[in-house]
């Protein structure tokens, strides 16, 4: 017979925040993940809570204006996330551990909210709308600001007993894996040092061939322990297009047993915000009762 009904997705939104170091970023969807309003803002790491949060809420609320009445909120920060939404530990964020994340943004609005961590979002975010959306097993790379990992396992973003899933950072204890430390010690930017290194000079070369060894190196560990369909590479360095693509790669197959497929995020800044909305979503849509008229 002919469908009769189907959801008007306009009917609500849900509002994804991302909440790093460097930057606050919202966008609002609507229920079948449309983007309605997309709001971001610098705010520095030593900003003290409260003020990253209000800055946070200001942004929540003009998108709100320009799209409709939330239904659900999805927060996603870096550090280790718990199941309830508090944030256990986070280094990069000045007052942010200990923080009731979900709590906050939740009485915002008055709704639903949840949090987790900025890498699994952002693997949660490229199944959803990205370059993951046909694998189920997924191990996510985010390079830049923030940086962090993240994995997919069942077509379902992978949070761990506590949060720290994928959490790599003790384990790959130096600096020289973070695309955002080298950066910084370089004093260029990623397009800078893949523009330069196209253009034939040789200390942009050896700097794109640092970057893709280290990226790779992340990677690994996750694809040795969970040999996952695809891996995607996320942030800022995902400028360096096809050829840093292939570098990875390269770089994967010298490291670990059987190498997945490869790709590059196509969501760009709003890879972590989108994730966070679809576990909003998803929260939602498990509840068991009905939303009153």
């Known amino acids: 017979p002919a469908r009769r009904y189907a959801r008007r997705a306009t009917a609500g939104y849900a509002m994804g925040l991302s909440l790093s170091p460097s930057q606050v970023r919202v966008v609002a969807t609507d229920l079948e993940g449309?983007?309605?309003?997309?709001?971001?803002?610098?705010?520095?790491?030593?900003?003290?809570?409260?003020?990253?949060?209000?800055?946070?809420?200001?942004?929540?609320?003009?998108?709100?204006?320009?799209?409709?009445?939330?239904?659900t909120i999805g927060a996603a920060t870096t550090g280790v996330v718990d199941a309830g939404g508090r944030v256990l530990r986070s280094s990069q964020i000045a007052g942010w551990t200990g923080l009731d994340l979900a709590g906050t943004v939740s009485r915002w609005f008055d709704c639903a909210a949840v949090a987790g961590n900025d890498g699994t979002l952002a693997a949660l975010g490229e199944k959803w709308q990205g370059a993951a959306r046909y694998a189920d097993d997924v191990a996510l790379i985010l390079s830049g600001r923030p940086s962090g990992q993240g994995i997919v396992l069942g077509g379902r973003a992978h949070h761990g007993r506590s949060g720290a899933a994928a959490e790599l950072g003790r384990l790959l204890h130096d600096q020289t894996w973070?695309?955002?430390?080298?950066?910084?010690?370089?004093?260029?930017?990623?397009?800078?040092?893949?523009?330069?290194?196209?253009?034939?000079?040789?200390?942009a070369g050896k700097l794109s061939t640092h970057l893709a060894h280290h990226t790779a190196r992340a990677a690994s560990v996750l694809v040795s322990v969970l040999d996952p369909e695809l891996v995607v590479i996320a942030g800022d360095l995902t400028v360096g297009g096809r050829p840093f693509l292939d570098a990875v790669r390269s770089q994967l197959e010298m490291m670990c047993i059987n190498v997945p497929a490869v790709a590059l995020s196509v969501l760009g800044d709003e890879v972590v915000p989108l994730g966070a909305a679809r576990m909003a979503l998803d929260?939602?849509?498990?509840?068991?009762?009905?939303?009153e008229p």
Request: charged residues 30%; glycine residues 4%; hydrophobic residues 50%.
């Open 178 to 203: 973070n695309a955002a430390a080298v950066l910084d010690e370089a004093g260029r930017t990623a397009q800078e040092v893949f523009d330069a290194a196209a253009r034939g000079e040789e200390e």
């Open 34 to 71: 449309r983007i309605a309003a997309r709001e971001s803002a610098a705010v520095p790491a030593a900003v003290p809570a409260p003020e990253r949060l209000a800055t946070a809420r200001e942004l929540a609320e003009r998108a709100a204006a320009q799209a409709g009445p939330v239904w």
């Open 283 to 291: 929260a939602l849509e498990a509840k068991e009762y009905v939303l």
